[in-house]
């Protein structure tokens, strides 16, 4: 049962998370060409996202996923060090867009929408990397 209710923490922790990191450098886009009163919009919009659904989801994965690996014991099998690898590199483009939305609320962004709209693939790739890494666990 423990492992069923870790599953389930981990699994929609991991969705609540892709879903706020494929929707957070959209609102950037928008972001960068905004007017004054849209950019103040935005800024709450961003900023619900990233602490209210985003983030909780990112250590809701992290916690049942650690959970999960303790249970099943897979610790140093390749396929999941290479997700875990996946999960750290994720975990970095979380902060990384954390710390864009500080840039845009002190008024020091430095990136077009076009680097926003490339960079909101970055969590698709992660996603079809890690999913593949889980299912087949071809290592």
Known sequence: MIYKLLL???????VSWLAG???LPRLFVYHVGASE???????VMELRLLKIITTPAMVA???????????AGVWMQGWFLAKLLCLVVLSAFH????????????????FSARFFRV????PTLLLVAILFLAIFKPF
């Open 37 to 43: 009163e849209s950019a103040a919009m935005l800024e």
């Open 95 to 110: 902060a990384f867009l954390a710390r864009c939305r500080k840039d845009f609320i002190e008024g020091a962004n430095r």
């Open 119 to 122: 960079a909101n693939e970055v």
């Open 8 to 14: 389930f923490l981990h699994m929609a922790g991991f």
């Open 61 to 71: 994965t992290w916690l049942a996923g650690l959970g999960l690996a303790s249970h």
């Open 21 to 23: 990191l494929l929707y």
